[in-house]
């Protein structure tokens, strides 16, 4: 259940039940694939929608029973067909996608948790689904774990962004704490700067803790996963406090040392 543009999506993970392999391997190809529509080359944004409308059109085709003709929506299709998975979390992810092609601001976080509902939550729910466990309660903690995970990314990444021409900040935190847009592009991390990366931190944290009695609630190997999930976007977010906030000379990101810190906590959590 992990975002940051699905490099961490549990394809590969010893944790992941070989049985599922396939179906999440083939939800990952989606995923990854019409996220790389939506960000990747130098397609010009009309291109990059109407190829992830060639991707709508496909699940049309899912929807109505249709044969799909390329490979990875085959492979989609029978994994839907086989899970009996909802169709609109595939939607919603393509709605996120082409709100990256058009969309560079954010006014409010309501508007920003918004987008993460449909850029990081469905990738949760459809593993909730593939494992059996999709209650109203569990829907409800994974929303807010990957919800979380969406903001970590986004606090981690600001300079990486920024060179996108995108601030995932809400405008309205910029202001309330006295940074500007130029502040970002200078890289500025003075005393304002700080205080909102403190600020987004502790909601980022909150949202996740609010969420973590999941990993403890889901069994087996899911349950595992997601406490090394939770952990590790929690231990970002120290390594975030650590440096002040400072993300424009070093994107945060986990060690080896961090790691086992990570196994650990999950591990007593």
Known sequence: MAVDHYENFPVASLLLP?????????IYAFARSADDLADEGDALAPQRLAALQAYEEQLDLIESGQPCRPPIFERLQQTIRDYRLPLQPFRDLLSAFRQDVVTTRYPSYDDLLDYCRRS???VGTLMLHL???ASEANLRDSDAICSALQLINFWQDVAVDWEKARIYL????LQRYGVSEADIAAATDGDNW???MQFEVERARALMLSGAPLARRLPGRIGWELRLVV????????RIEAVGGDVFRQRP????????VVGWRGLTM
């Open 253 to 260: 990101k986990l060690g080896k040392a961090d790691w086992m």
């Open 231 to 238: 952990q590790g976007g929690l231990r970002i977010l120290e």
């Open 131 to 133: 494992y059996d466990a």
């Open 120 to 122: 990081a939550n469905p």
């Open 170 to 173: 809400p405008q309205e935190d």
């Open 18 to 26: 070989a049985r599922l392999r396939p179906a999440v391997t083939a």
């Open 194 to 196: 700080r205080r909102l």
